[in-house]
């Protein structure tokens, strides 16, 4: 059995799949603001604009949603407005004290590094000592 390090990933991976996603929900949100807010919002292109004040958190670019499915799909965008934010900010946070913690990164690398050649080597002489008994 080989013992082997474990692969490290970004933990940040996710903002690349996140940010494209969310501009394809204003897109989405901005025709249904249009299709059910008609007395509010003008056409698609206002209700994409209403879908990314409220994404973004800023708010109703003007008058609150009339109707059940627009007050709905308000909600559901302030809520993932919030949670996006909230996770940029994260991970940008992140950024910072990964640069912090990358000494002590790099020492803990080079100590499994060590621990693996003494386990390496243990198993050798392990497998040397039993190589030598007698079969039972």
Request: charged content about 20%; overall charge negative.
């Amino acid at each position: 059995m080989e013992l082997r390090a474990l692969p490290t990933r970004s933990r940040r991976h996710w903002v690349r799949y996140a940010l494209p996603a969310a501009g394809v929900v204003v897109l989405l949100a901005g025709g249904g603001f249009a299709a059910f807010e008609t007395d509010t919002v003008e056409g698609y292109w206002a209700g994409v604009w209403w879908a990314l004040s409220l994404i973004t958190t800023v708010g109703f670019a003007g008058a609150a949603p009339q109707t059940l499915a627009g007050r709905l799909l308000s909600a559901v965008l302030m809520v993932l407005g919030f949670g996006l934010l909230a996770m940029l900010t994260a991970a940008v946070a992140s950024l910072f004290v990964r640069e912090a913690e990358l000494p002590a990164e790099e020492l803990e690398l080079r100590l499994d590094a060590q621990l693996l050649a003494e386990l390496r080597d243990v198993r050798e002489r392990l497998e040397r000592i039993e190589s030598r008994l007698p079969d039972a």
